[in-house]
C-alpha cells in the first residue's frame, strides 16, 4: 500500500495458513480464530487511538486491509461513526453511482478484490483452481474500470472508511511454501 507518515499503520498478526481442516461453529468455518483476529484488530486500534487521543488526534477516516467481508461490519468502524446503509444492487452509469452516494453524509467503500475479473488478476479467490467457490463466479471487472469507479467515489464523496477485502495471493502463499524447503533459508 502507498506508505503516508501522517496514516499510522496498526498490524494485526495473523497465523498463515497450516493446511489444517478448522471446525464450523454457529455457521462460521474457524469461528474461533475469526474471533480472535476480530478481537486482536480492535484492542490494537482502541490502544493506536488512546495515543493519538494523548496527542489530541481523532480518527476520522480508517483503511482496513485484507480480511474477508466481516472486516468493514467491525466495531472500529462503528467507533468512527460509520452507520451501515449497503448498496446490493449494480449500477449501470456514473450517475446511478453518483445519484446513490447524494443520499448519504459519509460513505464507507468496501472493495472485495474478486470483483476483478481473475483471468487479469489472479490473487483472487476465483484464481485458485485448487477451490471450488461459492457458485458466485469470477469478478469481470478490470484494473483501468475499478480505478475509475474508485476515482468517481472519491471525487464525489466524503470517504470515511475504505476496506480492501479478500485480496487473496496464493502464488505469493505457494512461493513462500517452496523456499521454506530450500536450505539457504533455514541457515
Known amino acids: 500500500m502507498p506508505q503516508n507518515d501522517k496514516q499510522p499503520l496498526v498490524e494485526v498478526k495473523i497465523d498463515p495458513p497450516r493446511g489444517i481442516e478448522y471446525p464450523v461453529t454457529d455457521g462460521v468455518y474457524a469461528r474461533q480464530e475469526v474471533t480472535a483476529n476480530i478481537e486482536q484488530a480492535v484492542r490494537l486500534l482502541e ?4 495515543v493519538r487521543l494523548l496527542e489530541e488526534a481523532n480518527p476520522d477516516k480508517i483503511i482496513t486491509l485484507g480480511g474477508n467481508c466481516l472486516v468493514s461490519q467491525a466495531k472500529f468502524l462503528k467507533d468512527v461513526g460509520v452507520d ?36 487479469l488478476f489472479h490473487s483472487t479467490y476465483f484464481a485458485n483452481p485448487e477451490l471450488v467457490g461459492d457458485g458466485s463466479g469470477s469478478g ?24 480492501i477485502a479478500e485480496y487473496l495471493p496464493f502464488d505469493e502463499h505457494k512461493l513462500s511454501q517452496m523456499f521454506e524447503g530450500l536450505d539457504i533459508f533455514k541457515d
Open 140 to 163: 469481470r471487472m478490470t484494473m483501468a474500470k475499478l480505478g475509475d469507479i474508485l476515482q468517481l467515489i472519491f471525487n464525489n464523496s466524503d470517504v470515511v472508511g475504505l476496506t
Open 84 to 119: 451501515f446503509k449497503i448498496q446490493r444492487e449494480s449500477f449501470l452509469s456514473h450517475d446511478e453511482i453518483k445519484q446513490f452516494m447524494s443520499r448519504f453524509d459519509h460513505i464507507l467503500v468496501h472493495l472485495d478484490i474478486d470483483v476483478l475479473d481473475a483471468k
Open 47 to 50: 490502544e493506536a487511538n488512546a
